[in-house]
């Protein structure tokens, strides 16, 4: 499980989610699924980029790799547990 708080227009899809299912997929990897939850607060990029991305990653890494975008205020309500945060912010 990935989480990725300030994830914007989650720019950094096309370079991380690849990398991230080549190394840690089965059979190089030892998991059988990732879990990939992004958000952000501003609701700008839900209207394009989301389910762009969301119908990208599906086409490209299977469906073993589930992608969810949400918009969150991190201040009211915390993230989802996860093994792996990655955090970057302008």
Not at 19 to 45: I, N, Q, T, Y
Request: proline share 12%; glycine share 8%; aromatic share 10%.
């Amino acid at each position: 499980r990935g989480s990725l708080p300030f994830c914007g227009g989650f720019s950094e899809a096309p370079l991380l989610l690849p990398f991230l299912s080549e190394r840690l997929l089965s059979p190089r990897g030892k998991a059988e699924a990732l879990m990939v939850h992004g958000c952000d607060v501003d609701p700008d990029p839900s209207r394009y980029w989301w389910p762009a991305w969301k119908e990208w990653s599906t086409h490209i890494c299977g469906p073993r790799v589930t992608l969810e975008l949400v918009q969150q205020d991190l201040v009211t309500s915390p993230l989802p547990e996860a093994d792996f945060i990655l955090g970057v912010h302008p």
